[in-house]
């Protein structure tokens, strides 16, 4: 299956809930490629692909992914930012604003299998 960027039109939590609930429990026997913005959910990938300019910069584990110097660690130092704010209450009301996902030519896609 391929997903382009189907959680982006949903807020975090019920992205949580259809990417737990449908891609990772009906689809779980299936290959799915999913692409997204949502950083948060780079960690449950078997695999990840990383785009930048059009071409792949990274393919490999989560952990891989994490120990990348430069732009990488500076996309998951903003998610780690995003994900304090968001556990923050007062923070909550801001959130769909910043839930909009990553803008210009960088990318990703997750496999899941």
């Known amino acids: ?16 809930h259809i990417f737990h609930k449908c891609i990772k429990g009906l689809l ?3 290959t799915v490629v999913l692409v997204t913005h949502k950083l ?13 300019d059009r071409t792949v910069a990274y393919c490999g584990g989560f952990d891989g992914f994490r120990r ?8 998951m130092r ?3 930012e995003y994900k304090d704010e968001a556990d923050d209450p007062d923070y909550a009301e801001d959130e769909q604003q910043t ?3 990553a803008t210009g030519e960088t990318g990703g896609a997750a496999q899941m299998n």
Do not use: N
Request: hydrophobic share 45%; with cysteine; net charge negative.
């Open 78 to 80: 903003m998610f780690q």
């Open 28 to 30: 779980r026997q299936k």
């Open 99 to 101: 839930d909009e996902g």
């Open 40 to 52: 948060e959910l780079l960690s449950e990938a078997d695999q990840i692909v990383f785009l930048r």
């Open 1 to 16: 299956y391929l997903l382009d960027d189907c959680l982006s039109a949903v807020d975090s939590h019920v992205a949580q």
């Open 68 to 75: 990348l110097p430069d732009a990488y660690s500076a996309l």
